[in-house]
């Protein structure tokens, strides 16, 4: 460690910038961005087991971040509606890029890497036009901005690449928003979400909606199964008192419809129409998501879509997957182990941790 960090010094006294991978700085499994006690906002790299590496500064506050595939490199973006995103070393802390978007834009707090790490792509709101962009970044000449296509629908939040491809699925929340109304719905009469498949050579190559009687369901959060099912998680748009479904199942490139589960109702309604995070169990055989607003995350069985059980935590949204089943952090600044099979085991951290925890997949 001493030598490897006297390395590292040393070529940041020269001025350069080295090639340092996630291996060398502890192989971090996850990103999370948080507020500290003074007001402050950092990037976190985590241990599964939810101990800190290391923090760098971010210059606002954080949505979630893209973990370049094999670089300690990491693009942190600002939290919805945010103009800036900030590409940051996380072995030196230093700021290697600021991305901001074209004017009448702003990023969705999420974006992917392509396979090979050369291209970023951000989910962006044309809040102008009332549509749905991807910008392109070329990370081989300093993040610049090389182009954008069409989302394939309004208010694209995340963005996942399925597995050994630049194949990427979008959800395409359906908000109109824009920021002199902040983030209240300007659409609702017209709203429609949608998942979008996407090939880069290619285009759209596949739009998929929810039945019209879900028009209402904002489709936010991606979670990506090794054999390329996708896990979506939503958050209702219309009245408090119904019970739309807050989770599915997608299989892009398949006939299948996409398949919606939910807990017994008392449950259910427990979660407040809204579900923050989405993660697959590291088998793939589960499938959780989690409220803030509910306190509570709740596991599916994948393959029978049947509820499987809950666990309650105040103000709980980042959710991924370890080896033994999920971990998930919450604005109390606890970090949650849960197994599949029910037990629990946290660690307290003395900062608010924001949405998102970001799997490091390289």
């Not at 604005?331 to 197994?339: K, L, T």
Request: aromatic share 8%; charged share 15%.
């Amino acid at each position: 460690m001493t030598t490897r960090r006297r390395f590292l010094a040393g070529f940041l006294a020269a001025g350069l910038t080295p090639q340092v991978s996630w291996a060398d700085i502890g192989n971090p499994s996850f990103l999370s961005a948080a507020k500290l006690a003074d007001g402050s906002y950092r990037l976190f790299g985590l241990t599964s087991e939810g101990t800190a590496l290391f923090s760098v500064p971010l210059q606002g506050r954080g949505h979630a971040a893209a973990a370049h595939p094999t670089k300690a490199e990491a693009v942190a973006f600002a939290r919805r509606p945010g103009t800036f995103a900030q590409v940051i070393d996380c072995c030196s802390g230093l700021v290697l890029a600021e991305l901001q978007t074209p004017q009448g834009r702003h990023f969705m707090g999420h974006g992917a890497f392509t396979a090979d790490g050369r291209l970023l792509l951000t989910p962006e709101n044309d809040f102008e036009q009332g549509t749905g962009q991807i910008g392109i970044w070329d990370r081989t000449t300093q993040y610049t901005r090389v182009g954008e296509f069409a989302s394939g629908g309004v208010g694209p939040h995340d963005i996942v690449r399925l597995p050994g491809s630049d194949h990427f699925v979008i959800a395409n929340g359906g908000i109109d928003t824009h920021p002199e109304s902040g983030r209240t719905p300007l659409n609702l009469a017209t709203m429609r979400a949608n998942l979008a498949l996407f090939d880069l050579d290619y285009g759209a190559t596949e739009i998929t909606e929810l039945d019209i009687a879900l028009r209402l369901n904002s489709i936010r959060h991606l979670s990506l199964r090794s054999d390329g099912m996708v896990g979506f998680a939503m958050q209702w748009q219309g009245n408090s008192s119904d019970v739309p479904p807050l989770i599915g199942l997608y299989h892009p490139g398949s006939v299948k419809e996409p398949q919606l589960m939910q807990a017994p109702d008392a449950l259910h309604r427990g979660m407040k129409n809204y579900a923050g995070s989405i993660a697959f169990s590291a088998d793939g055989n589960q499938i959780a998501i989690s409220s803030p607003r509910g306190g509570m995350v709740q596991a599916f069985d994948v393959a029978e879509t049947r509820f499987t059980g809950h666990w309650g935590e105040t103000d709980v949204c980042g959710l991924n997957a370890n080896t033994s089943g999920y971990i998930a952090t919450s604005g109390s600044g606890r970090i949650v182990r849960y197994s599949t099979s029910g037990a629990a085991k946290a660690v307290d951290h003395p900062v608010a941790w924001d949405n998102h925890l970001v799997a490091l997949t390289a």
